[in-house]
Every structure is written in structure tokens, then in C-alpha cells.
């Protein structure tokens, strides 16, 4: 010995690294020891750390094991890895001697952006606060490895996990390593466990699936275990059958089960010493006190259906008080100390005894008995959707809110998708328990619990390509007696059918207990009784939580925790099937509420765009945009060349559009409604700028089912309307209509009061009816001429006339057919013989490329050839026939300046010219493109040729919108 020491004095080395010339181990190996004589000697200014390894195979994925090498100073440290991800889980435990009542255990679970090459999108370019996914990481690595501590261990312990990324999720590494770094500390512990992942792709089961492989797979299961029992599931799937699902966890138990043995090995090479910690115990003397002073009133409470949750609990906070009594006058503080865990022991066994030994619960329910079930949709009309869902004391409150794509919530983790469109938010507050408190920030458990309800309707969510918004569930607990997270579900899957989202189907959940009856010299299970739809109580004095969520199918999501060292997967595969049938049950009720979804109360609206056009809209640091939102009260949302628009009602996203179309416009569409401004007025229409800056010509024809006389009777310069676009051309003109809007008018009476005065006139003769203008023009007035009666006829009434005639068609107007030499060669009208009406077709449209003038067609239509183009009018009235020498001197005279259809007014006198001859009146031209019409009386003769001058004044119009003129005579001029 005395050379070991001067060996060690002569070496060079630190006194730290001394140790190994000594042939020492070295503490960080996890205790002292003799070191193999084989390993060669170090050599100066070189440090060893000396680590221990594990190596084995767990599907197709080799998996090793490492510790002494980083993180020496911690209780226990490993690093676990798999393909290129690793994760180092370190345990620390409080040196506080000071015992609780319940485990303080700790589980942090970071994930650092350095571990995938990346510097973090924060202002402080630093992690922060945890997030969802974190915690999300902490909780599965809290609940299996919580119950195998022993009973009254209060000691705190902290597990910091570190991730790296790769393909796999380091979420179960980080479980496997925890598990390890317990098993080489010196805290007291019993396990190990082993953490797997199973995948279903195809039918198959994959082992450790990637997450490409995930992102395909209808099952996701997460199982933790010991060597012989189940600690903790969490599954989420495509309506998978709990057969299947059962057959899942059947293989998943097997290969969990591969984590241990290596465990135990590394532990055995470099694990500590388990230390002796105090552990709060419960004496048998005070138990037994207890017994005989509370368990005859505990179980008169229990055993009284009649009381509610505050009712019962009141009565029990009562008998725990007149305990504390006896034990304070007796002066026993060792058990004061301990008296509100004793009350609670014999809770739980008087609980416990009756549901195994008589099947009857604490409310009076039997064993597999659902409680009374009362649901309401549609209970906040004003929202997108909304659902009110109660199961006996436990209600919750389901809200659903819309939103454009780019609401999606970001996800800053390692792994996974980098946005999701879907969530569910479940908030516990203070008073639905009649408690007092504050919200602070993130709860580990409203996490878990919203996001188990947020996978169990993920499933029957429809597909992004036919859904692309954004959905968020709100989840408000009103009140709480169990399974608030089932509820919640259930609420959600309403709510989302009040929203309009077409889901596959309903979706409801419910949770099951497990109360056993065990050898308290073996621990194995004796009897045992599955509960479905436990209380609070029920789930704090049971052994399982048992959370199964689905359709009429299948499962949709499970999570599993437990109180015990381990439940058999046997009576945890018994469960499935009570689940199921008191799942239906609560199915049958949500679908007699609503069974499929209400019209959509949100409008959403996604329209597409350039970038360019894109950026106009968002305008400088997005303040045209936020304008916009503030303004309208709607969201809009801008993805590479498209933009959505949110709104909660039509009148908002009318608005909204109307807003992004004047800046930016859409695409022009025939049939499509478009919002804009009058920008000028002519007399054959109106020009209105629309969409984002363009023109379009609304003709006068296109303003209303009723003649117009004046586009200024109906628009004006600056007024917002709203029109159809009816036709486009290749040479980017618009043609809109204001008519194609409205309603078609009711069928015209036979007769109509003759106070119109109005002439049908006769097609067969004329071969003409004018397109109806958009609104009546000035009401006729009282002439001071004497204008006869006017017979009302049909064009069918007239056709007949003209046939029934004894006028000879070919002779009468002979004289019209000689043109005068000064007329305009384009006025020219041939013989009105029975090729009248192709002759009058030809004639106007020459006309209309000169005049602007409309074109009188056979078919009884107007078609208008230009832009400039006015109605055309024809009437007749009666009047003195004038004599050929008057029509001379007025052609001498000369001719009055032509009037505009603005100023032509009822009793407005002008000279007019004969532009037809017809065989039962003249068209008359009235200058400006405007025509109007005289009609024979009786049998008048036709002394009149083309362009003669006459002296006329109008004396009404007729139904469309014609002028009707009479001869003035030479008294009244």
C-alpha cells in the first residue's frame, strides 16, 4: 500500500486525476473501484473520463446507451441515442429532509434550436418560456415513471431532458433516458420502464416509425410498461377498432419491454447505491383511530345518493374536523401531522369496498351506468358555432371561431409540421369548482387535456384541400365532476357541426375507472370491478383514468393513467369494450341534437391574385391592410398569391370585398356582381369605374326593366351601385347591367289605362319594336291640343288589321318611293311593298354607323350597333294632314336645331322629318338619333314623301318609352 501512495505523490498529475495512477476508478464513473490493470497508462496533461456503453436493437432501430461521460455532477445522467438524434436526461434530488404530503417530482423537457443547426426566431435570439410541445414532452415523461415511487417518498426530483434532432421524436427517447437516469441514481425507484411507438401504416405495424412515416399511418400509440404490466398509453388513430387496437398494444408490449434489460445493465456497471430516505408513513395506531371515529359516518355520506358533490364534500370536511377535535384534546400532534392523509385512507377503502362487494357507486349509479345526459347546440347564435354539454355535474361550454389560413398557430419545435390549422384550447378556471384563484399562463394540465381532445376530432376533421381554414375549439369548463376532458370532446364535436364543418361524423368520449382489490402480501390483484363514466371522487379514490374518445367506428384517441405500480394489459384491453358501449349511448344523444352540419354562419372567401396586386393591398408596413380590418371588422390573410377573407357575417364580407376590389379588383367574370362608382353620364349610358380602377359602359337599355327616357333620371356622377357584368370582348370592353339584378316584372294587363295614350305598334308593318329603356320617363301631361282617343292594340291585332285591309299596299305609297335628290343617300328608304322589312333592315344599320340611330329588327328587338346609340321612338297620333305647299315653305324655313332625348319633354313643338313611310303612320326622324312616330287616322291619304319637313309636337310615349307626335296646325303655331 505504501508504493500505491508514493506512486501517487511522485505523479505529476492533478490530485484529482492521482486516482488513476492508484488504479482507481473515478467517481464520475458512478462509484470507486479497482480499474482493469489492462488499461493502458495515461499520459501526462491528458484528461480520461472514463463512460460505459450500451448497445441493442429495438425494431429495426439500434438504440444505445451512454453515461460518464457529460453531465458527471448530476445524480444520474445518460445519453441515449437513435440514428442521429440523441437526448441527455439528467436526475437531481433535493437535499431537504423534510417530508409532504404528496411527490413534488419535477419533469422539464427543453428542446434548443442549436440542436438542429438554428439560431431561434426570438427577439433575444434565445429560448424562453416552454412551449406547448415541452410540456406536452414533460407529461409523457411524467406519468409512467410517477407511480413507481415508493408510497410517502416526498423528497423533489428534477428531470432535465435535452433534445437533439433527427428523424425519429426525441419525446420517447427523452422517456427511455429518464427511466435510465433514475435506474443509475441513488433515488429509490421501481423501475425500469420501457417507452415504444407503434405506427400502422397499411395495415402493418411499424415499429419506432419516422415522422415522414407517421404523417401516414391511421395509428399512433404510445406505450410505456414494466416488465409484466401497462403504466401509461396515449394513442391517436383514424377511427381504429378496439379490436385492433387492443391486437396494437398486445405488440407494443413486447417491444416496450426491450428498453429494460439494457437498463438494468448499465445500471449494474456504473449505477449508484440506492440510498434510505424517510418516508412518510401512515402508523397503524392512528389508522386504526381513525377508523373507529370516522368510518361508521363516512360511509352513511357514501352511501346516501341524494347528495351532491358540495354536498357530500361539506359532510366529509364536517366528520374530518370533529376527528381533529379528539386528536387535539388528546395532545397526539404525531398524528395531526398525518390525520388528513389517514381520513382519506379510510375514504378510500370504504369507497372501494362497496363498488367491489355491492356494484353500487357513490351516487347510486350502477357499475357501467352513464350519467344523465343534457346537450344544446346552437347556444351562442352570435358566434361561428357553439355547443353546451353536460354530463351530470360536469358542463363545459364549446366555442368555435373561424379563420383565414394564415391564423394557423406557428410551431417552433424540432419535428413536425410547422404550422397547425386546428386546435382545441381547454381552460379550467378557478370557479367551476366554487374555488378562488388566478390564471398564470400555460397549465400543464389544461395542455394535456386540450390536446387529448384535440386529436379525438382531428380525426373526422375534413380535408385541408376542402377546408383550408383555420379552426379553434374553445373549451370552457363550467363546471367540474369528472372527465371534463371527455365532456369537452363531446361539446367540441357539436360545436363544430353548429360551425357548418362537414365532420365525417359525431365524436364522444368518456372515461373509465378500475378499482382493485389486492394482496397486500404479494400485490397481486384478488378482484377488481372496470367503472365507466367515474366521478372526481371516483378518480382520485380509484386506480385508472382511462380516457377513450371516438365514432360509431372506432377510437379516435386514448390516454391511460394510472395510480399503481402497473395495471395487466388484460383488464386494460376489458376496458375498450365498456367503453364503447358507453360511448354509443352518449352518441345517441349529441346526434338527436344535431346530426349534421347548419349553414355556415362565417363567410370565408379566397380569391386569388398577383404578388404585385398583393402588395398594393397591404400597402407600407401592412397599414392598408390592418385599415381595411379595422374598418370592416374582418381578417384578411395573405399566402403567396391568395388572400382569404374572414368575416362573421355576409355584411362584413361584402363590405370587406368591396373594399379590397376598389383597391386591387379581381378577375372579370361574365355573370359575377361587381360594386362601383359613376364616374360620367352621356346619353346612351353611363361609365362606372369598379374593380380596382376599371370601365365599364352601362347602356341605358341595362338600367331597368322599365323605359328610362334620361340616364340622369336614375344615376348620378358619384353614386355606389351595384351591377352584373353581362358581356366582355377581346378588346377589354365591359358591358354591366343594373337590370340583370332585379327582379323580371309581373305580365302586362290586356288592357291598360288610357291615360297612357300609348299605340302598339304594328310589326308586321313596321317591323319594329325600341328596346325598353331603365326607367319611365317624365308622366304625360295635359296637352293643350286636342288630341283624339287612341285605341290600345296588340302587334297580333294589328297584323290582322293590315291583312283585313282594302288598302292597296303596292299603290299607296307610291309617292314615298321617290327620293328627292338633297336627301341623305344613307336615309334613302325603298317602296314599303312586302319587302319592307329587309329593306328596313339594311337602311338602319347604315344608319346606326353614321347616326348612332337604332336599328328597328323584324323580330320585335332593338339591337344597339354602337355606343353612342339613343332608343329609337315610334309612334303615331292624330293630326292635320298638311298640304304640299306648307311642306315646301317649311322646308325653306328651314329645319329647328335638333333636341337631345334629355330635353324631349311632353309638349315640346319641333320640326321633324319624314324618315319612313309605313303603311298605317310615318317614323319620324326627331334629330340627335332620336325617332318618334305619326300615326294615319282612319283613312288619311299618304301625301307624304321621304324627308319632308313637318311641324310636330310630342303628346305622349307609348309602354317602351316611344315618342308619340301629332301635326301641329298653322292656329297653334
Same mark, same amino acid.
Given at each position: 500500500?505504501?508504493?500505491?501512495?508514493?506512486?501517487?505523490?511522485?505523479?505529476?498529475?492533478?490530485?484529482?486525476?492521482?486516482?488513476?495512477?492508484?488504479?482507481?476508478?473515478?467517481?464520475?464513473?458512478?462509484?470507486?473501484?479497482?480499474?482493469?490493470?489492462?488499461?493502458?497508462?495515461?499520459?501526462?496533461?491528458?484528461?480520461?473520463?472514463?463512460?460505459?456503453?450500451?448497445?441493442?436493437?429495438?425494431?429495426?432501430?439500434?438504440?444505445?446507451?451512454?453515461?460518464?461521460?457529460?453531465?458527471?455532477?448530476?445524480?444520474?445522467?445518460?445519453?441515449?441515442?437513435?440514428?442521429?438524434?440523441?437526448?441527455?436526461?439528467?436526475?437531481?434530488?433535493?437535499?431537504?429532509?423534510?417530508?409532504?404530503?404528496?411527490?413534488?417530482?419535477?419533469?422539464?423537457?427543453?428542446?434548443?434550436?442549436?440542436?438542429?443547426?438554428?439560431?431561434?426566431?426570438?427577439?433575444?435570439?434565445?429560448?424562453?418560456?416552454?412551449?406547448?410541445?415541452?410540456?406536452?414532452?414533460?407529461?409523457?415523461?411524467?406519468?409512467?415513471?410517477?407511480?413507481?415511487?415508493?408510497?410517502?417518498?416526498?423528497?423533489?426530483?428534477?428531470?432535465?431532458?435535452?433534445?437533439?434532432?433527427?428523424?425519429?421524436?426525441?419525446?420517447?427517447?427523452?422517456?427511455?433516458?429518464?427511466?435510465?437516469?433514475?435506474?443509475?441514481?441513488?433515488?429509490?425507484?421501481?423501475?425500469?420502464?420501457?417507452?415504444?411507438?407503434?405506427?400502422?401504416?397499411?395495415?402493418?405495424?411499424?415499429?419506432?416509425?419516422?415522422?415522414?412515416?407517421?404523417?401516414?399511418?391511421?395509428?399512433?400509440?404510445?406505450?410505456?410498461?414494466?416488465?409484466?404490466?401497462?403504466?401509461?398509453?396515449?394513442?391517436?388513430?383514424?377511427?381504429?377498432?378496439?379490436?385492433?387496437?387492443?391486437?396494437?398494444?398486445?405488440?407494443?408490449?413486447?417491444?416496450?419491454?426491450?428498453?429494460?434489460?439494457?437498463?438494468?445493465?448499465?445500471?449494474?456497471?456504473?449505477?449508484?447505491?440506492?440510498?434510505?430516505?424517510?418516508?412518510?408513513?401512515?402508523?397503524?395506531?392512528?389508522?386504526?383511530?381513525?377508523?373507529?371515529?370516522?368510518?361508521?359516518?363516512?360511509?352513511?355520506?357514501?352511501?346516501?345518493?341524494?347528495?351532491?358533490?358540495?354536498?357530500?364534500?361539506?359532510?366529509?370536511?364536517?366528520?374530518?374536523?370533529?376527528?381533529?377535535?379528539?386528536?387535539?384534546?388528546?395532545?397526539?400532534?404525531?398524528?395531526?401531522?398525518?390525520?388528513?392523509?389517514?381520513?382519506?385512507?379510510?375514504?378510500?377503502?370504504?369507497?372501494?369496498?362497496?363498488?367491489?362487494?355491492?356494484?353500487?357507486?357513490?351516487?347510486?349509479?350502477?357499475?357501467?351506468?352513464?350519467?344523465?345526459?343534457?346537450?344544446?347546440?346552437?347556444?351562442?347564435?352570435?358566434?361561428?358555432?357553439?355547443?353546451?354539454?353536460?354530463?351530470?355535474?360536469?358542463?363545459?361550454?364549446?366555442?368555435?371561431?373561424?379563420?383565414?389560413?394564415?391564423?394557423?398557430?406557428?410551431?417552433?419545435?424540432?419535428?413536425?409540421?410547422?404550422?397547425?390549422?386546428?386546435?382545441?384550447?381547454?381552460?379550467?378556471?378557478?370557479?367551476?369548482?366554487?374555488?378562488?384563484?388566478?390564471?398564470?399562463?400555460?397549465?400543464?394540465?389544461?395542455?394535456?387535456?386540450?390536446?387529448?381532445?384535440?386529436?379525438?376530432?382531428?380525426?373526422?376533421?375534413?380535408?385541408?384541400?376542402?377546408?383550408?381554414?383555420?379552426?379553434?375549439?374553445?373549451?370552457?369548463?363550467?363546471?367540474?365532476?369528472?372527465?371534463?376532458?371527455?365532456?369537452?370532446?363531446?361539446?367540441?364535436?357539436?360545436?363544430?357541426?353548429?360551425?357548418?364543418?362537414?365532420?365525417?361524423?359525431?365524436?364522444?368520449?368518456?372515461?373509465?375507472?378500475?378499482?382493485?382489490?389486492?394482496?397486500?402480501?404479494?400485490?397481486?390483484?384478488?378482484?377488481?370491478?372496470?367503472?365507466?363514466?367515474?366521478?372526481?371522487?371516483?378518480?382520485?379514490?380509484?386506480?385508472?383514468?382511462?380516457?377513450?374518445?371516438?365514432?360509431?367506428?372506432?377510437?379516435?384517441?386514448?390516454?391511460?393513467?394510472?395510480?399503481?405500480?402497473?395495471?395487466?394489459?388484460?383488464?386494460?384491453?376489458?376496458?375498450?369494450?365498456?367503453?364503447?358501449?358507453?360511448?354509443?349511448?352518449?352518441?345517441?344523444?349529441?346526434?338527436?341534437?344535431?346530426?349534421?352540419?347548419?349553414?355556415?354562419?362565417?363567410?370565408?372567401?379566397?380569391?386569388?391574385?398577383?404578388?404585385?396586386?398583393?402588395?398594393?393591398?397591404?400597402?407600407?408596413?401592412?397599414?392598408?391592410?390592418?385599415?381595411?380590418?379595422?374598418?370592416?371588422?374582418?381578417?384578411?390573410?395573405?399566402?403567396?398569391?391568395?388572400?382569404?377573407?374572414?368575416?362573421?357575417?355576409?355584411?362584413?364580407?361584402?363590405?370587406?370585398?368591396?373594399?379590397?376590389?376598389?383597391?386591387?379588383?379581381?378577375?372579370?367574370?361574365?355573370?359575377?356582381?361587381?360594386?362601383?362608382?359613376?364616374?360620367?353620364?352621356?346619353?346612351?349610358?353611363?361609365?362606372?369605374?369598379?374593380?380596382?380602377?376599371?370601365?365599364?359602359?352601362?347602356?341605358?337599355?341595362?338600367?331597368?326593366?322599365?323605359?328610362?327616357?334620361?340616364?340622369?333620371?336614375?344615376?348620378?356622377?358619384?353614386?355606389?351601385?351595384?351591377?352584373?357584368?353581362?358581356?366582355?370582348?377581346?378588346?377589354?370592353?365591359?358591358?354591366?347591367?343594373?337590370? =340583370?339584378? *332585379? #327582379?323580371?316584372?309581373?305580365?302586362? /294587363?290586356? %288592357?291598360?289605362?288610357?291615360?297612357?295614350? @300609348? &299605340?302598339?305598334?304594328? !310589326?308586321?308593318?313596321?317591323?319594329?319594336?325600341? =328596346?325598353? *329603356? #331603365?326607367?319611365?320617363?317624365?308622366? /304625360?301631361? %295635359?296637352?293643350?291640343?286636342?288630341?283624339? @282617343? &287612341?285605341?290600345?292594340? !296588340?302587334?297580333?291585332?294589328?297584323?290582322?288589321?293590315?291583312?283585313?285591309?282594302?288598302?292597296?299596299?303596292?299603290?299607296?305609297?307610291?309617292?314615298?318611293?321617290?327620293?328627292?335628290?338633297?336627301?341623305?343617300?344613307?336615309?334613302?328608304?325603298?317602296?314599303?311593298?312586302?319587302?319592307?322589312?329587309?329593306?328596313?333592315?339594311?337602311?338602319?344599320?347604315?344608319?346606326?354607323?353614321?347616326?348612332?340611330?337604332?336599328?328597328?329588327?323584324?323580330?320585335?328587338?332593338?339591337?344597339?350597333?354602337?355606343?353612342?346609340?339613343?332608343?329609337?321612338?315610334?309612334?303615331?297620333?292624330?293630326?292635320?294632314?298638311?298640304?304640299?305647299?306648307?311642306?315646301?315653305?317649311?322646308?325653306?324655313?328651314?329645319?329647328?336645331?335638333?333636341?337631345?332625348?334629355?330635353?324631349?319633354?311632353?309638349?315640346?313643338?319641333?320640326?321633324?322629318?319624314?324618315?319612313?313611310?309605313?303603311?298605317?303612320?310615318?317614323?319620324?326622324?326627331?334629330?340627335?338619333?332620336?325617332?318618334?312616330?305619326?300615326?294615319?287616322?282612319?283613312?288619311?291619304?299618304?301625301?307624304?314623301?321621304?324627308?319632308?319637313?313637318?311641324?310636330?309636337?310630342?303628346?305622349?310615349?307609348?309602354?317602351?318609352?316611344?315618342?308619340?307626335?301629332?301635326?301641329?296646325?298653322?292656329?297653334?303655331?
Amino acid at each position: 500500500m505504501s508504493s500505491i501512495v508514493s506512486r501517487a505523490r511522485s505523479s505529476s498529475l492533478p490530485n484529482f486525476l492521482a486516482w488513476r495512477a492508484l488504479g482507481f476508478r473515478t467517481i464520475c464513473s458512478g462509484g470507486l473501484g479497482i480499474a482493469p490493470s489492462s488499461s493502458p497508462p495515461a499520459s501526462a496533461g491528458i484528461k480520461i473520463l472514463e463512460s460505459f456503453k450500451e448497445e441493442f436493437e429495438v425494431g429495426s432501430r439500434v438504440v444505445t446507451l451512454e453515461t460518464g461521460k457529460i453531465a458527471r455532477f448530476a445524480n444520474g445522467s445518460v445519453v441515449l441515442g437513435m440514428d442521429e438524434t440523441k437526448v441527455l436526461s439528467t436526475v437531481t434530488c433535493a437535499k431537504s429532509k423534510s417530508p409532504g404530503d404528496f411527490l413534488p417530482l419535477t419533469v422539464d423537457y427543453q428542446e434548443k434550436m442549436f440542436a438542429q443547426g438554428l439560431i431561434p426566431n426570438t427577439y433575444m435570439r434565445r429560448e424562453g418560456a416552454p412551449k406547448e410541445r415541452e410540456l406536452l414532452c414533460g407529461r409523457l415523461i411524467d406519468r409512467p415513471i410517477r407511480p413507481l415511487f415508493p408510497s410517502g417518498f416526498y423528497h423533489e426530483i428534477m428531470a432535465n431532458v435535452l433534445s437533439s434532432d433527427g428523424k425519429q421524436d426525441p419525446d420517447i427517447l427523452a422517456a427511455n433516458a429518464a427511466s435510465t437516469a433514475l435506474m443509475l441514481s441513488d433515488v429509490p425507484w421501481g423501475g425500469p420502464i420501457g417507452v415504444i411507438r407503434l405506427g400502422r401504416i397499411g395495415g402493418q405495424i411499424v415499429v419506432n416509425p419516422t415522422m415522414d412515416e407517421l404523417s401516414s399511418s391511421d395509428l399512433h400509440l404510445i406505450y410505456a410498461c414494466t416488465r409484466d404490466k401497462t403504466m401509461m398509453i396515449d394513442v391517436q388513430a383514424r377511427e381504429i377498432t378496439e379490436k385492433d387496437l387492443a391486437a396494437a398494444l398486445r405488440l407494443a408490449h413486447p417491444e416496450a419491454v426491450k428498453y429494460i434489460d439494457p437498463q438494468i445493465r448499465l445500471a449494474a456497471k456504473a449505477g449508484k447505491q440506492k440510498k434510505e430516505y424517510k418516508l412518510s408513513m401512515l402508523s397503524e395506531k392512528t389508522l386504526e383511530k381513525v377508523t373507529d371515529l370516522a368510518a361508521e359516518r363516512i360511509e352513511s355520506v357514501f352511501t346516501d345518493p341524494s347528495r351532491g358533490k358540495f354536498e357530500r364534500g361539506e359532510a366529509l370536511e364536517n366528520i374530518g374536523k370533529d376527528v381533529e377535535k379528539v386528536f387535539e384534546e388528546e395532545g397526539d400532534q404525531e398524528s395531526l401531522s398525518i390525520l388528513p392523509k389517514a381520513v382519506d385512507t379510510v375514504r378510500k377503502k370504504i369507497v372501494r369496498s362497496r363498488m367491489i362487494s355491492e356494484g353500487f357507486r357513490v351516487d347510486g349509479r350502477h357499475l357501467d351506468e352513464v350519467r344523465p345526459i343534457y346537450c344544446e347546440s346552437h347556444h351562442l347564435p352570435a358566434l361561428h358555432g357553439s355547443a353546451l354539454f353536460s354530463r351530470g355535474d360536469t358542463q363545459v361550454l364549446c366555442t368555435i371561431t373561424l379563420g383565414a389560413p394564415g391564423d394557423a398557430q406557428r410551431l417552433d419545435s424540432l419535428v413536425g409540421p410547422p404550422k397547425k390549422k386546428f386546435m382545441l384550447h381547454y381552460t379550467f378556471p378557478p370557479f367551476c369548482t366554487d374555488e378562488v384563484g388566478k390564471k398564470l399562463g400555460l397549465n400543464r394540465r389544461e395542455v394535456g387535456h386540450g390536446t387529448l381532445a384535440e386529436k379525438a376530432l382531428l380525426a373526422v376533421m375534413p380535408p385541408e384541400e376542402d377546408f383550408p381554414y383555420t379552426v379553434r375549439i374553445n373549451s370552457e369548463v363550467m363546471a367540474s365532476d369528472g372527465s371534463t376532458s371527455m365532456a369537452s370532446v363531446c361539446g367540441g364535436s357539436m360545436a363544430l357541426m353548429d360551425a357548418g364543418i362537414s365532420l365525417r361524423a359525431h365524436v364522444a368520449g368518456v372515461s373509465v375507472g378500475l378499482v382493485t382489490d389486492v394482496d397486500p402480501s404479494s400485490g397481486e390483484i384478488k378482484d377488481y370491478r372496470i367503472v365507466t363514466d367515474i366521478l372526481g371522487l371516483e378518480d382520485h379514490l380509484g386506480d385508472m383514468d382511462f380516457k377513450i374518445a371516438g365514432t360509431r367506428t372506432g377510437v379516435t384517441a386514448s390516454q391511460l393513467d394510472i395510480k399503481p405500480a402497473g395495471i395487466p394489459l388484460d383488464i386494460v384491453c376489458e376496458s375498450l369494450e365498456n367503453a364503447r358501449k358507453a360511448r354509443l349511448q352518449i352518441l345517441d344523444h349529441m346526434e338527436r341534437e344535431i346530426n349534421s352540419p347548419r349553414d355556415q354562419q362565417c363567410r370565408l372567401a379566397t380569391l386569388k391574385y398577383t404578388n404585385d396586386a398583393l402588395r398594393n393591398l397591404i400597402g407600407p408596413m401592412g397599414a392598408l391592410k390592418r385599415k381595411i380590418e379595422e374598418e370592416t371588422g374582418a381578417r384578411l390573410s395573405i399566402d403567396d398569391g391568395t388572400l382569404t377573407i374572414v368575416a362573421k357575417n355576409q355584411a362584413v364580407m361584402d363590405k370587406a370585398q368591396e373594399k379590397v376590389d376598389y383597391i386591387i379588383g379581381r378577375e372579370i367574370v361574365v355573370g359575377g356582381v361587381y360594386k362601383g362608382t359613376v364616374t360620367s353620364i352621356k346619353e346612351y349610358g353611363a361609365f362606372v369605374e369598379f374593380n380596382g380602377g376599371q370601365q365599364g359602359l352601362l347602356h341605358m337599355s341595362e338600367l331597368s326593366h322599365e323605359p328610362v327616357s334620361k340616364v340622369s333620371d336614375v344615376l348620378h356622377i358619384g353614386k355606389y351601385i351595384t351591377m352584373m357584368c353581362i358581356d366582355t370582348d377581346v378588346r377589354g370592353n365591359i358591358k354591366l347591367s343594373l337590370k =340583370a339584378l *332585379l #327582379p323580371k316584372p309581373t305580365s302586362r /294587363p290586356e %288592357k291598360l289605362p288610357v291615360v297612357k295614350e @300609348a &299605340v302598339s305598334v304594328e !310589326t308586321s308593318s313596321f317591323g319594329e319594336t325600341v =328596346a325598353s *329603356l #331603365p326607367s319611365v320617363v317624365e308622366p /304625360p301631361q %295635359k296637352s293643350k291640343l286636342a288630341v283624339p @282617343a &287612341v285605341v290600345i292594340r !296588340t302587334a297580333v291585332e294589328c297584323d290582322e288589321a293590315e291583312k283585313s285591309s282594302s288598302v292597296d299596299k303596292n299603290t299607296k305609297p307610291k309617292r314615298a318611293a321617290t327620293v328627292k335628290p338633297d336627301r341623305k343617300p344613307k336615309s334613302t328608304a325603298s317602296k314599303q311593298t312586302v319587302k319592307e322589312d329587309e329593306t328596313l333592315n339594311s337602311t338602319a344599320t347604315e344608319e346606326s354607323r353614321d347616326d348612332c340611330g337604332d336599328t328597328l329588327t323584324q323580330d320585335d328587338k332593338l339591337k344597339c350597333t354602337s355606343l353612342e346609340n339613343n332608343s329609337n321612338i315610334v309612334s303615331s297620333s292624330k293630326g292635320k294632314k298638311p298640304s304640299r305647299k306648307e311642306k315646301q315653305s317649311d322646308n325653306e324655313a328651314g329645319e329647328s336645331p335638333s333636341i337631345s332625348a334629355r330635353k324631349l319633354k311632353i309638349g315640346t313643338e319641333m320640326t321633324a322629318k319624314v324618315h319612313q313611310i309605313r303603311t298605317h303612320g310615318l317614323v319620324l326622324d326627331l334629330g340627335g338619333g332620336i325617332r318618334g312616330m305619326y300615326k294615319f287616322e282612319g283613312d288619311e291619304e299618304t301625301e307624304f314623301e321621304i324627308g319632308d319637313t313637318l311641324q310636330v309636337k310630342c303628346t305622349s310615349f307609348s309602354s317602351k318609352g316611344i315618342p308619340v307626335m301629332a301635326l301641329v296646325d298653322e292656329e297653334d303655331v
